[in-house]
């Protein structure tokens, strides 16, 4: 175990970045399983992990505004198909998001296949690179983070379903470059899962806490154990959120995954 690995300034920047991402993936999460559309968010990452990879495929800079754009506008229209979807038939929607989560990682697979550095390129995508990010990525995505929710803010009810689903969209995109698939969908669902029930106000709270502490034992496990940052924060959170719901009385007695239901 190493101790001296935590080091503020290593883990501060990380730790920054799940504040950010929480700050908009708890009340998007409680959005997400009140609408009954919880992979929603996996689907839209995997379509905007489908745009990197295919700015990858043309041959431009992973960190480029191009690779960006890309991302943003495959997430736009995966988000604007599904929500007409949600509108024409909304008794197939889980299955039309999970058939567009399953075709979008099958075109990113196979425009890595001839890509020696594919696997790993895919991996830092699913997993994310949380411990590499600093404080001008940062800015760029608490500048976006703030737009949307200020704008989702404003427009309360009447932003509609082509309005949530489009902030909802380039929320995950930003996420997704920042931080991973993975983490996305755990910082998206497992809050929301602790508080389910909860009021609002206090279910935001809640929400938010339960999270900075799952990040905070996470990156902290990653780096007494040198474990990858991504799963270690991503089981944080499941422990943590298991924790704040058996603390809450959310579940029944008998059967601690009744949390999941």
């Not at 039309?96 to 979008?104: D, K, P, R, T």
């Not at 703030?146 to 930003?174: E, S």
């Not at 279910?203 to 902290?220: C, I, K, R």
Request: positive net charge; proline residues 5%; hydrophobic residues 60%.
């Amino acid at each position: 175990m190493n101790w001296a690995a935590l080091d503020p300034g290593l883990l501060g920047w990380p730790f920054a970045a799940g504040l950010l991402v929480l700050a908009t993936h708890v009340p998007l999460g409680r959005r997400v399983l009140a609408r009954g559309i919880i992979f929603l968010d996996l689907a839209i990452a995997q379509i905007a992990v489908l745009g990197v990879i295919a700015a990858h495929a043309l041959g431009w800079q992973t960190q480029g505004w191009q690779t960006e754009v890309a991302a943003a506008l495959a997430a736009l229209a995966g988000a604007a198909f599904l929500a007409r979807c949600e509108a024409r038939r909304p008794e197939i929607q889980e299955a039309l998001i999970g058939s567009a989560f399953v075709v979008a990682a099958s075109a990113a697979v196979l425009l890595l296949a001839g890509d020696p550095h594919g696997g790993e390129h895919l991996n830092e995508l699913l997993a994310g690179q949380i411990l590499w990010v600093g404080p001008h990525e940062l800015l760029r995505i608490a500048v976006i983070y703030a737009l949307l929710l200020g704008f989702w803010w404003l427009r309360g009810a009447r932003l509609g379903r082509m309005g949530f689903y489009l902030i909802f969209a380039l929320a995950i995109t930003a996420s997704v470059q920042l931080v991973g698939v993975y983490l996305v969908f755990a910082s998206l669902i497992l809050p929301a899962l602790a508080v389910r029930g909860r009021p609002p106000r206090a279910g935001l709270l809640v929400g938010w806490g339960v999270g900075a502490l799952a990040y905070a034992a996470g990156l902290a496990a990653s780096a007494l154990f040198d474990w990858p940052a991504g799963p270690a924060i991503v089981l944080a959170l499941a422990v943590a959120a298991l924790v704040a719901a058996r603390a809450l009385r959310l579940p029944g007695p008998g059967d601690s995954a009744s949390i999941l239901h």
